[in-house]
């Protein structure tokens, strides 16, 4: 139906001709559905007279026949234009074209059926057009006395709002409105040049959920203004359709595309519009400009929605309570709950008052009791319904434990008959099985690498390996030893006396394929699109920069495993597996760019688990191995400087804006930051580029400023505004990226932020988010809410769905695509991935919020007046952090900020953490989890200008200056078999 309309497009059927009803069969997909307007064609209609232009205050857009299009700020800093812009291309009969191409234009999609009809009409065109310029207001009349359903819509700016008002009159007949919704045609973060992508691209953030919806669009670069659009009273959004990053459907009503879509699940009711005849019914939409987020969340105050803040995030381990703030103008009638039996919600009062809390915020505290999707309805202004959906898990220790488990019993192939023995396989929830060579499903031709590498393969043993240094377990590490001897060492990476190319790691497919020239050809010769690969056949296939960081972390990992609990590892000692972390590493600065300059941007991309080389250096410098150690920090200061001074936007990797940058880029911000690199001259040649870099000035204060651009571009792909859990803190379709890119976000919130408050709320809502996607339950929950079964307990998905079904790429080479319902896909992929990060920024952080007052992210906490007694359940107990005003200044930006880290063991989960509000005493105890007695290290952070005394069951120990930025003092504490209890003491 869209390749139809577009094609009588190009056929030049004539502009202005009458209004004309089309029919469409009830059976026919959303598609069908006709719009209003060029968005259906987008840039490809041509036009027949010149669009008019109206800019008036903030506002620009054009207009003429077809609809409005054009629209920008007339003082965007980098000219650029919000929706789509006229295309270059040819159009016409014979690619001809007709005339001067126009821009899309915003869009208005309409299905109804009159009287008792069973089959839609849609409404094809728009009708006659008046404007007045002069008074900023342009309209369009579709349809008269005798049509079936008028159409007038009505477009009016004074400088500070573009207001959208669409009119709907039945004819004579009734009329049902099954479909009603708008598109705005923005253009993405696309196109040749980094400033096409980053300051004229716009991503978009939504919010649907009835009448508190709204959305909004960022530039890639982050820099404002940002466009707000938010219905008016009395329209809500519904639903919607997805549209990549920047595009999709709004729906205001969707009975009839919402119904058709019977592929997945949806929250919200897919409603019609019933008309009498000669009825009437209004809608609006009202688009803003924003100058920051905390505008953004005062325009939705002032225009009656809801600026919501919830703590510790939407994703809620049973364990612990939320507790959210409704700001807004809105008279709220009730909060009730999806499952009011197993949910306890309690108006909590007004803000803390020394938080200076503006008026019109309500505070609500929440417990639930039912694991899953739990929904919260807000019943406001005479029965209007907001929507807040929360996603409860288990708790986080049994989460992460449960992921670990998983990963060994159910997807490690043990087979020494195939080539792929030791692999962790990728698992399929809706059929209950670890996927491999011999029974692969989906993954066909290029994508077979799903399997045995690249990040979906490679991503298992590295968050294994993590979470055996925090909670050690034999079987465990037996299994990832089984991996690296029978999978990797030999197999996936060359071993240490291969010539060429000592410790290279193959690249996709797998290393079956790569290790053997004749399958090699083979396989290139297989593939649908091989070109590539056939030219390459001559190299070996090392040059995959993507797959080194993950075996650096997992070989740094067994390090520290094989350090601090000997008797478990057997396959190397600590200095075995240092010195094979210290050679992959110095393999993955050395073969992608030898091998493959022309693609290979090794000092310029920023990889997922890089960051762990920072720990590399560490250890050698440690171990006394200064050389390799001067050397790794040479190979990582390269890229620091190439990305604090020599790239305006260095955030792609596989693809020019790639979230996938956001961990890396923030870790080279934050060294930058808090360590005094060299100047140089001709640092490094680029090969691809023919050019030497060189940075005759390096400051501190430079990295600094680059980790603000980093932060401003990181947000434009993490929810922040948009409360719902597959939402806030995530990346579009909450994914292992959520938690990657997170750690940056908290990071900065616990160690630099001026104002933390904000940060550590984003942060921690970072953390939890992508743990929605662990399918995990009780017996009494059937073991998981999203695939049921004991056998897919502990299983997990890629990533969220949330549209109400939509393409997966996991399934770009299956023939047909893979359409995954909303939730998560059920392949794990890259999961594990984010849920390594995640283990990075576990932690317990105390803090006197604005708006919640005293509050534990990942404790429960209780306020005993000077003191807080704080239980930890972040999942890992290793890690606090207090972050709060100073007392002894009367500044609100002068922070005290305390961190506390252990190197093994953790907090006692059976014991309260003492906190002094005046950060003169911290208390707590360590539990011994291995059984036998050992000595740990414990690393410390304290605020400027303060020292603390560290006591050991009541004696004094020593405390020893590190040169670490993050902890600069550590003390050494001998932990028995039954603990011990350590106090802080200014």
């Known amino acids: 139906m869209r390749a139809r309309r577009c094609d009588e497009e190009r056929r030049g ?21 006709g719009m209003l307007g060029a968005a259906v064609c987008g840039a490809l209609v041509w036009a027949q007279a010149p669009a008019q232009v109206i800019t008036r205050g903030e506002f620009s857009f054009a207009y003429d026949e077809r609809g409005i299009s054009e629209l920008k700020h007339p003082a965007d800093p980098f000219g650029a234009m919000v929706t789509t812009p006229a295309s270059t291309g040819r159009g016409g009969r014979g690619g001809a074209p007709q005339g001067p191409p126009r821009a899309a234009t915003l869009g208005l999609t309409l299905a109804f059926q009159v009287g008792n009809a069973t089959d839609w009409q849609s409404v094809a ?57 708008i598109t705005l ?22 919010f649907v959920s009835g009448a508190g919806s709204f959305f909004f669009y960022v530039r890639a670069s982050g820099a404002p203004p940002f466009l707000l659009v938010t219905p008016k009273p009395g329209t809500k959004l519904e639903y919607y359709t997805a549209g990549g990053r920047s595009g999709g459907t709004m729906f205001v009503h969707s009975a009839k595309s919402g119904n058709e879509e019977t592929r ?28 920051s987020y905390d505008q953004l969340r005062d325009l939705l105050y002032e225009n009656g929605l809801f600026d919501v803040r919830v703590v510790p995030g939407m994703t809620v381990p049973s364990d612990l309570s939320a507790q959210f703030s409704l700001r807004t103008k809105a008279r709220i009638e009730s909060v009730t709950a999806e499952f009011p039996d197993q949910t306890s919600i309690t108006a909590s009062g007004s803000p803390p008052s020394q938080a200076g809390a503006s008026a019109g915020r309500h505070l609500y505290a929440v417990t639930f009791r039912k694991l899953g999707e739990n929904m919260l309805t807000i019943t406001h202004d005479g029965g209007r319904k907001t929507y807040l959906e929360f996603f409860v898990t288990e708790p986080m220790e049994t989460l992460i434990k449960k992921r670990a488990a998983f990963l060994v019993d159910r997807q490690q192939i043990k087979d020494p008959s195939k080539w792929w023995d030791g692999v962790y396989g990728p698992y399929d929830m809706r059929a209950k099985t670890v996927r491999t060579i011999d029974d692969p499903d989906i993954f066909l031709d290029r994508m077979v690498y799903a399997l045995t590498a690249d990040d979906p393969g490679l991503a298992k043993a590295p968050y294994l390996a993590a979470k055996n240094v925090t909670y050690p377990d034999k079987a465990e590490i037996e299994s990832l030893e089984y991996y690296i001897e029978h999978f990797v060492w030999g197999g996936l990476q060359r071993k240490d006396d291969e010539r060429p190319y000592p410790y290279g790691i193959y690249g996709t497919p797998n290393w079956f394929i790569n290790r053997d020239p004749q399958r090699r050809k083979d396989y290139a010769e297989g593939l649908a699109n091989g070109a590539t690969a056939i030219a390459d056949l001559a190299k070996e296939h090392v040059w995959r920069s993507y797959d080194y960081p993950h075996v650096v972390m997992l070989y740094f990992h067994m390090y520290q495993i094989a350090k601090m609990y000997p008797e478990m590892s057997t396959y190397l000692d600590a200095s075995g597996y240092l010195n094979r972390a210290w050679e992959t590493a110095r393999a993955f600065y050395t073969y992608p760019y030898e091998i493959y ?50 790239d305006a936007y260095p955030f792609r990797s596989e693809y020019a804006f790639d979230r996938t940058a956001f961990e890396s880029t923030y870790a080279f911000a934050k060294y930058g930051a808090t360590h005094d690199m060299k100047p140089d001259e001709n640092l490094w040649f680029d090969l691809k580029l023919k050019k030497w870099w060189s940075h005759p000035a390096v400051k501190r204060e430079d990295s600094r400023a680059f980790m603000d651009r980093q932060l401003a571009s990181g947000l434009v792909v993490r929810g ?8 806030l803190g995530a990346d579009p379709g909450v994914s292992y990226m959520a938690a990657m890119g997170g750690w940056g976000v908290l990071d900065y919130a616990v160690n630099f932020a001026p104002s933390p408050y904000d940060w550590l709320q984003l942060g921690y809502a970072s953390y939890l988010s992508s743990w929605s996607l662990v399918n995990s339950g009780t017996a009494e929950t059937n073991y998981g809410f999203w695939y049921p079964g004991k056998e897919n307990d502990g299983a997990a998905g890629w990533q969220f769905m949330s549209a109400k079904a939509g393409n997966a790429w996991m399934g770009s080479s299956y023939p047909g695509g893979v359409t995954e319902p909303r939730g998560p896909w059920h392949y794990d992929g890259e999961i594990d991935l984010g849920f390594g990060g995640a283990l990075r920024m576990a932690a317990t952080v105390v803090t006197n919020d604005p708006t919640f007052g005293w509050i534990a992210y990942g404790g ?50 059976s014991r309260d953490l003492v906190v002094d509000k005046a950060l003169g005493r911290i208390a707590f105890s360590l539990e011994n989890r291995t059984g036998s007695a050992h000595v740990t290290g414990l690393r410390l952070s304290f605020p400027v200008n303060t020292h603390y005394g ?13 040169g670490n930025p993050d902890y600069p003092w550590r003390a050494e504490i001998g932990v028995p078999v039954q603990g011990v209890s350590i106090e802080l003491r200014r």
């Open 185 to 206: 045609p923005v253009q993405g973060p696309s196109g040749a040049t980094p400033a096409d992508i980053f300051e004229r691209g716009f991503l978009k953030h939504q």
């Open 860 to 909: 429960v906490m209780k306020d005993e007046g000077a003191t807080l007694s704080v239980n930890p359940r972040d999942g890992v107990r290793q890690r606090l952090a207090v972050v709060t005003q100073d007392r002894g200044l009367p500044f609100a930006d002068s922070l005290s900020r305390l961190k506390v880290e252990l190197e093994r063991d953790g907090f006692a989960a």
């Open 597 to 646: 300059p022309s693609y290979y941007d090794t000092y310029k991309w920023g990889l997922y688990n890089e960051l762990t080389v920072l720990g590399v250096i560490d250890a050698l410098k440690a171990e006394g191995f200064p050389e390799q150690a001067k050397w790794l920090t040479g190979e990582w200061e390269k890229k620091v400087k190439y990305f604090v001074y020599d």
């Open 950 to 962: 560290v006591f050991v069951d009541g004696t004094q120990v020593r405390v020893v200056e590190t």
């Open 264 to 291: 997945g699940t949806w929250r919200q009711a897919h409603t019609a519009l019933d008309l009498r005849a000669g009825a009437t019914a209004s809608y609006g939409f009202r688009m803003q400009w924003a100058s």
């Open 720 to 727: 922040w505004l948009n409360p719902a859990y597959y939402t």
């Open 125 to 181: 065109d728009r009708g006659p057009m008046t404007a007045a310029p002069e008074a900023g207001t342009v309209q369009y009349s579709t349809g008269g006395a005798s049509a079936p359903l008028a159409v007038t819509e009505t477009y009016r700016t004074d400088g500070a709002a573009l207001d959208w008002t669409i009119e709907l009159k039945a004819g004579r007949s009734p009329v049902r409105v099954g479909d009603f919704g």
């Open 13 to 33: 059927t004539p502009a202005g001709r009458p209004l004309r009803a089309t029919r469409t069969s009830g059976a026919l997909p959303a598609i069908a559905v």
